[in-house]
């Protein structure tokens, strides 16, 4: 039963996939999804930062989430995505499995980070929503990387 004065709100979320979890970023931290490209190389950075594109005119640093979540890497193929992100007022593209899709998320289906969920590391989860017969993880992207790695993804664009 639904009161008069009861708002519903839904979080539209963007829909990726590492290994056989599904994680869910807000849709107004992305600004497109890329087939993969060709990465350049930077050296001196953090094993999980694949290196840089050209996209648009744009130097960005490109992450590959699985090695940053502690997963095995795997062969980038034709479901192979970049999520560009918006983080600190720079780009940053993050490698995923496959971003399936684009959904709202009732608040209400939003529970807090239990203390462990498979390997990623809890700081990054925001929290997960159950939706009939899939669990989403949603990302909190402002812990994914940390102000130093943010500092270290700007000199690199440099």
């Known amino acids: 039963m639904m009161m008069e004065n009861e708002i519903i709100v839904d979080r539209k979320v963007i829909v990726f996939q590492l290994k056989e979890e599904e994680y ?3 849709v107004q931290q992305v600004g497109s999804i890329e087939r993969i490209q060709p990465i350049t190389r930077v050296p001196q950075t953090a094993d999980f930062v694949k290196g840089v594109i050209n996209l648009r005119g744009v130097v960005t640093p490109i992450i590959d989430l699985r ?33 399936n899709d684009v959904i709202d998320i009732p ?20 929290g997960v929503a159950k939706l009939e017969d899939r669990l989403l993880i949603l990302l909190n992207l402002q812990k994914v990387l940390t102000h130093e790695e943010i500092n270290e993804l700007k000199t ?3």
């Open 107 to 126: 608040e209400k289906s939003i529970e807090p980070a239990p203390e462990v969920i498979g390997t990623v590391d809890v700081d990054y989860i925001e």
């Open 67 to 99: 090695v940053r979540f502690g997963l095995e890497e795997t062969q980038f193929n034709e479901s192979t995505r970049i999520i560009i992100i918006y983080l600190d007022e720079m780009e940053v593209g993050l490698i995923v499995d496959s971003a």
């Open 156 to 158: 690199a664009e440099g």
């Open 24 to 26: 869910a970023v807000s």
